[in-house]
């Protein structure tokens, strides 16, 4: 079983920039981000593969977002650029059990985190 643990939410201004990180107690595989905004659905926003070279975005966030990761420290991290207001929702790592899947959907991650709050004003 692993352990997740969010960190590094915060209030920011729009246009600002912000740095998740993402502690897993022992070996993942595919890692994954989603959010879930007030009053709507977990969403999808980033995954990674276990070896760090195949990433998937979400339309919302490519071109603002990078996930990356450090196998060597077990954590996985998505830098936020040029957030936006609609960006605001509470981030949730997860991680999935199973070797060489590469999904967006949140049902197949199966180690989630408590989340963490980021907030962006306008």
């Known amino acids: 079983q692993v352990q997740v643990v969010e960190s590094g939410g915060g209030l920011v201004q729009t246009g600002g920039f912000l740095r998740l990180s993402c502690a897993a107690s022992?070996?993942?595989?595919?890692m994954g981000w989603f959010r879930q905004a007030p009053g709507k659905e977990r969403e999808f926003v980033a995954t990674i593969s276990e070896s760090g070279s195949i990433l998937y975005y979400s339309d919302s966030v490519k071109g603002r977002f990078i996930i990356s990761r450090d196998n060597a420290k077990n954590m996985v991290y998505l830098q936020m650029h040029n957030l936006k207001p609609e960006d605001t929702a509470v981030y949730y790592c997860a991680a999935d059990s199973t070797r060489f899947r590469i999904s967006t959907n949140n049902s197949d991650y199966d180690y989630w985190g408590q989340g963490t709050q980021v907030t962006v004003s306008s």
């Open positions: 022992g070996r993942s595989n595919t």
